[in-house]
Antibody
């Protein structure tokens, strides 16, 4: 069974940093496209970043966020620097169903990031 | 940048058909998919590649995509279908794009 478990969220001050983790089980993470998607309180879904053969970022986070993975730990990460109040959201880890599929078949439960002074 | 627009809300009576639209420039040239999100829960994929249903998704969910509009149809809507629905497509410049979201209320 595919499982994605996010962790690392919390309260951070504007300008601060945080690293989110997504532990995958039931499949080999490096064989699939993986994404971070966020949802601000009461708002819609916003794609943040993708990693497969390539790394892609939304314009709103480019230059501040870095996606990476540790194959040995079967885990995905999102390093978030220079955080802003508007980065406050639940961050979901989500998996593409296969190569070049460009949609998300499996989602984690999310981790809340709050950026506030 | 590429954008997808949905109506903010749709109301439907139990047993009736709910239709949710998703509009974007030449959306019919891309694949569209749909996610269902209930309060406090993670999104769930209900339609992919315009009209395919993942395993476990009821047959009352169907989708189509042509021209500038993708459509999610819920036939015989049930109270459990009350949720937010998001369309999503992939664009070569904007990558993964989500629609603005539609709240479906079953009255």
């Amino acid at each position: 069974e595919v499982q994605l478990v996010e962790s690392g969220g919390g309260l951070v001050k504007p300008g601060g940093s945080l690293r989110l983790s997504c532990a995958a089980s039931g499949f080999t993470l490096s064989s699939y496209g993986m994404n971070w998607v966020r949802q601000a309180p009461g708002k819609g879904l916003e794609w943040v970043s993708h990693m497969s053969t390539y790394k892609y970022y939304a314009d709103s986070v480019k230059g501040r966020f870095t996606i990476s993975r540790d194959n040995a730990k079967n885990s995905l990460y999102l390093q978030m620097n220079s955080l802003r109040v508007e980065d406050t959201a639940v961050y979901y880890c989500a998996r593409d169903p296969g190569s070049s599929s460009w949609y998300m078949s499996h989602w984690g439960q999310g981790t809340l990031v709050t950026v506030s002074s | 940048s590429y954008a997808l627009t949905q109506p903010p809300s749709v109301s439907v009576s139990p047993g009736q058909t709910a239709t949710i639209t998703c509009s974007g420039d030449k959306l019919g040239d891309k694949y569209a998919c749909w996610y269902q999100q209930k309060p406090g829960q993670s999104p769930v994929l209900v339609i992919y590649q315009d009209g395919k249903r993942p395993s476990g998704i009821p047959e009352r969910f169907s989708g189509s995509n042509s021209g500038n509009t993708a459509t999610l149809t819920i036939s015989g809507t049930q109270a459990m279908d009350e949720a937010d629905y998001y369309c999503q497509a992939w664009d070569s410049s904007t990558f993964y794009v989500f629609g603005t979201g539609t709240k479906v209320t079953v009255l």
